[in-house]
């Protein structure tokens, strides 16, 4: 069967970003500014996404490539005779999955509070009765396990209709309207009467507040942010590697979805802080900050449903580039390992990770007693758990020592394949870096993630 290309270039850059621009950027990345003390908690992280995330960013692209394979049959191919580095293909596998088993859930949230604020379900309720929707919503599996199932449905029909017809027709405009959304939504806030205060937090490091919330929490929370963002480690971004040519290095082309990643990232914080300082919102409250206060604001604005369903659709759109991508991911996997077409494979796939969401979407109800991780745990809290610090620095581990060492891959073919076209390089004196320094910073992110 003859390998899917990619249509453009701006296709492959926008299906890549797609897929790391998703809810940690334009819900976790805020909140986690706002617990970390604003302006330098965001400096930390540029630091490390261009020290660490991009460089790894380079090794899924370039494994990807040269395989010209979904993950689960790269390592195959690449891997010397005799040596187990396909194992990483089936975790790939196992990662996709389990990040979809919750990742659709909260998609569906997204979902639900688009159609509650375009029919204006919370508009006129006082900050309590917000607090409570949120709670019913959880509470409700009819709310929970239908909404999965829409974004699930929509999703895989999306993909049915093939790579460039199905996933890049309808990715490069909604990642498009994504960025206009951003920057009309944060044009508005900065404009807001008291957001001033706000953007000084955000943008301005403030080292008094690094002291009270610790140097070091601070630099651990950038490490891991920056590490996360990226969507690294599960092969989520070797399958794009797979799909285009050889014109362009993958330096460059890394730097430019690490850039459009943090650009959303950033913008989500422009929209945000001004907001909760111009109406007095704790920037700290967590991951309530999206569902309670975010709501709360937009009833005290004038046209406050008008932006709140902009900004819920711009979630949406977040959430969709994310899922769309995995997705595309689990099918090329499958596809390679069964043989399968695409129409059966999204078949197949599409009740499977229904029946595997099922468990997260009826975590907060019917499923409740579950408590895995200790009292006030969830279902969901243990599978983000399993991929964010365990699979996802492991795999991140594995690509790393893949492309580095000599009982993998290799230095030598790594450096020729990320260099391959033009534009930006990998220099020879890099080589140290990232045989020595690099895996002991993903060592102490995993070990980070476990304590």
């Given amino acids: 069967m003859k390998r899917e290309k990619l249509g453009s270039r701006l296709g492959f850059i926008l299906l890549s970003a797609g897929c790391a621009i998703g809810i940690g950027n334009v819900w976790k990345f805020p909140y986690m500014v706002g617990q970390n003390g604003g302006g330098a908690f965001v400096m930390f992280y540029f630091l490390f996404l261009i020290i660490i995330g991009v460089p790894i960013l380079t090794m899924e692209f370039s494994v990807g490539r040269a395989g010209a ?26 990662g996709n999955y389990l990040l979809m088993m919750f990742y659709t859930t909260v998609a569906g949230w997204m979902l639900y509070y688009l159609y509650a604020s375009v029919t204006g379900k919370y508009q006129d309720l006082n900050p309590e009765q917000i607090g409570q929707l949120f709670g019913e919503t959880l509470a409700s599996p009819w709310i929970q396990a239908g909404f999965m199932m829409i974004v699930v449905i929509i999703g895989f029909f999306v993909l049915s209709k ?31 009467d008291g957001g001033k ?18 140097l070091g929490n601070v630099i651990l929370g950038a ?42 990232a950033v913008c989500s914080g422009l929209i945000i802080f001004p907001a909760c300082s111009a109406y007095n919102v704790a920037v700290d409250s967590g991951p309530s900050l999206l569902f309670v206060t975010l709501p709360n604001v937009f009833n005290n604005i004038s046209g406050g449903r008008f932006w709140g369903s902009l900004f819920f659709l711009f979630m949406v759109f977040a959430a ?23 129409k059966k494979a999204c078949i197949y796939n599409c009740i499977s990770v229904i029946l595997l969401s099922l468990p997260c979407a009826l975590g907060f109800n019917i499923l409740s007693g579950i408590q895995p991780l200790g ?15 365990i699979l996802l620095p492991l795999g991140s581990m594995v690509f790393l020592l893949f492309c580095v060492t000599p009982i993998g891959w290799g230095w030598k073919n790594y450096f020729e394949e990320v260099n391959t076209g033009k534009g930006l390089k990998i220099k020879a004196w890099m080589k140290p870096y990232f045989q020595f320094i690099l895996p002991l910073v993903v060592g102490i992110v995993f070990i980070m993630g476990l304590m």
């Fill in 162 to 192: 093939g790579l460039q017809n199905g996933l890049e027709r309808v990715t490069k405009p909604m990642m498009l309207l994504l960025i206009i959304l951003m920057c009309v939504l944060a044009v508005n806030s900065c404009m807001l």
């Fill in 69 to 94: 394979l979904s993950p689960i049959k790269i390592f195959h191919k690449l891997e010397k005779p005799g040596h187990k580095w396909h194992i990483q293909g089936y975790l790939c596998l196992l």
């Fill in 223 to 264: 490490l891991t942010q920056a590490f996360f963002t990226l969507s690294l480690g599960i092969g989520a971004m070797a399958i794009f590697g797979s799909y285009i040519g050889k014109e362009r290095s993958l330096l460059g082309e890394s730097i430019n979805i690490a850039c459009l990643d943090t650009f959303v």
């Fill in 197 to 214: 205060e706000g953007l000084i937090f955000y943008l301005k490091p403030d080292f008094e507040v690094v002291k009270q919330v610790g």
């Fill in 320 to 342: 969709f580039s994310t899922v769309l991508a995995v997705f595309e991911n689990i099918v090329s996997m499958t596809m390679d390992q069964f043989g399968w077409d695409r």
């Fill in 375 to 389: 009292a006030g745990s969830g279902i969901l809290d243990l599978e983000d758990f399993l991929v964010s610090n």
